[in-house]
Nanobody, 124 residues
Framework: QVQLVESGGGLVQAGGSLRLSCATSGRSFSTYIMGWFRQAPGKEREFVCA????????YYADSVKGRFTVSRDYLQNTVDLQMNSLKPEDTGVYYC?????????????????WGQGTHVTVSS
């Protein structure tokens, strides 16, 4: 079992930045691949990015590539999402998720553990 708690959401103007953080507790943090997903109003939840275990290889959705950066801190057991050059279409609820599986990390059904989400609103 692992518990996830997101923080850092808020309201920002287009072009601005936000940094989201996901605090984890429970079983060994290094066991899991960590992902971020988001859900815009009236839309399906979509993959944003993921970061592997040791080595920390990262993967991004095309829509955020070059603007978002995911990182993990093995001492603090946290996963951060730095979001720059934000656009109104980045608005949504952002979820942190964890999976012990080593495939399909861009699909939400791969992830067994989810946080409650944090709201991000980007105004134009």
């Amino acid at each position: 079992q692992v518990q996830l708690v997101e923080s850092g959401g808020g309201l920002v103007q287009a072009g601005g930045s936000l940094r989201l953080s996901c605090a984890t507790s429970g079983r060994s943090f290094s066991t899991y691949i960590m992902g971020w997903f988001r859900q815009a109003p009236g839309k399906e939840r979509e993959f944003v990015c993921a970061i592997r275990r040791s080595g920390g290889a990262t993967y991004y959705a095309d829509s955020v590539k070059g603007r978002f950066t995911v990182s993990r801190d093995y001492l603090q057991n946290t996963v951060d999402l730095q979001m720059n050059s934000l656009k109104p279409e980045d608005t949504g609820v952002y979820y942190c998720a964890a999976t012990a599986l080593d495939y399909g990390f861009d699909h939400d059904h791969t992830y067994a553990y989810w946080g409650q989400g944090t709201h991000v609103t980007v105004s134009s």
